[in-house]
């Protein structure tokens, strides 16, 4: 039987098992059957602009065909824009992305960001910049690293800390745990200690260095945080005094 003869809501449900981008480029001038399922609101509000090609288990690479990418860009978000919610990009994209207003965004999922590059867009790319301050509250975070376990530079570091001082609605932040198989921690520890107050976020998920480097963590000021997910690279301790004190009143999960 062809595809064709499907019901609507057979088809709604392969749909949504496949990457999006892929979809809408290769059904959008099928029909006006499929047209109307992939401009359907549950569907295209989640909207992931990323394609993960499997190389092995630790070797994975993020891209999308420069034609796909042009033929959303031109054809697809100037019709669906407003309608997105949660917004999947990675950083060959983000600039042709962004040049629309997602009045009704609220999570953003950075992925595969090289340190340097998505440090730059933080500090100076003002799309991104005003989505974070204004509209964002949840957020994910993954650094691109080439080996299996990286202990990321400073640079990672002062992204974390001007992720927290740029979000002022961010509830939920997903820093490096965003893939299982990536194991790339971030030293809290080498940056400097602030009297900002976090006052916003509730769960936070992150891989630092060392054991001291989650004390460090602990001894920033997140008043509202409830759930603490941290991964541990080195769990070898040294003393360390806790100043502030966190209500974690769900969860604190300390992996190794």
Request: proline residues 2%.
């Amino acid at each position: 039987p062809s595809i064709f003869n499907l019901p609507n809501e057979i088809l709604f449900i392969i749909i949504k098992k496949l990457n999006i981008a892929d979809v809408i480029h290769s059904l959008v001038d099928v029909n006006e059957r499929f047209v109307q399922l992939l401009f359907d609101p549950l569907y295209i509000q989640n909207l992931n602009i990323t394609l993960m090609t499997i190389k092995s288990f630790y070797q994975r690479t993020f891209s999308i065909h420069e034609q796909v990418l042009s033929n959303i860009y031109e054809n697809i978000l100037p019709n669906i824009h407003h309608q997105v919610k949660q917004l999947a990009i990675e950083q060959h994209s983000i600039e042709r992305i962004l040049t629309h207003n997602y009045s009704q965004l609220y999570s953003l999922s950075l992925v595969n960001f090289k340190e340097e590059v998505l440090y730059q867009y933080l500090r100076d790319y003002s799309a991104l910049r005003n989505l974070l301050t204004h509209q964002i509250t949840h957020l994910n975070v993954d650094i691109q690293s080439d080996e299996i376990q990286t202990l990321l530079s400073k640079i990672s570091s002062n992204i974390f800390t001007l992720i927290l001082s740029l979000c002022q609605r961010l509830i939920k932040l997903n820093f490096s745990q965003v893939f299982s198989y990536r194991n790339s921690f971030i030293p809290i520890c080498k940056l400097p200690e602030t009297c900002l107050t976090y006052s916003t976020l509730i769960e936070l998920k992150i891989n630092v260095a060392t054991f001291n480097d989650c004390l460090c963590l602990l001894n920033r000021r997140f008043d509202c945080l409830s759930k603490l997910t941290i991964n541990v690279g080195d769990i070898k301790y040294e003393r360390k005094q806790i100043n502030n004190k966190i209500n974690l009143k769900y969860c604190l999960e300390v992996k190794d």
